[in-house]
């Protein structure tokens, strides 16, 4: 499940915030939709955490994250991309596997991002058989 939402927030329209993309379209929560776990994603992470990853934008004269499931995403992806890496053990400590950590703070969101790309071509980063599409559940 981890690794399906580190391919999504992988995807270039993500990865670049580009919008007006299909795929950030898609994912767009629709206002007659209920509040989901994740609306206001930033203020779940662990503020240390935040800031650390979001610095690493700031250096760059990148925005920071902004609550949207395109950015949550992304936060993903460049989380599992990096936090293994020397200089982000102290980021390890104190949130410890980030799947469990997520999974806790966003139960709603893998099932979300599955229900609105099942039937599009980024189904590609979901199981495709039903053993596997149980697990997701």
């Known amino acids: 499940r981890y690794r399906t939402l580190r391919d999504v927030g992988n995807e270039s329209d993500i990865k670049k915030g580009a919008v007006n993309s299909e795929i950030v379209q898609l994912l767009q929560p629709e206002k007659s939709e209920c509040s989901r776990s994740f609306a206001r994603w930033t203020y779940e992470i662990d503020k240390y955490v935040m800031h650390k990853m979001n610095n690493f934008y ?18 993903i992806r460049n989380l599992g991309e990096h936090i293994n890496e020397d200089k982000n053990k102290d980021m390890k400590s104190r949130i410890g596997e980030p799947f469990q950590y997520l999974q806790k703070r966003f139960p709603d969101l893998v ?27």
């Open 58 to 75: 700031i250096t760059k004269k990148r925005p920071a994250y902004k609550n949207t499931l395109s950015d949550l995403l992304k936060f």
């Open 111 to 137: 099932m979300y991002v599955y229900k609105k790309l099942q039937n599009t071509e980024y189904r590609k980063h979901f199981p495709q058989n039903s053993q596997s599409e149980k697990a997701l559940a």
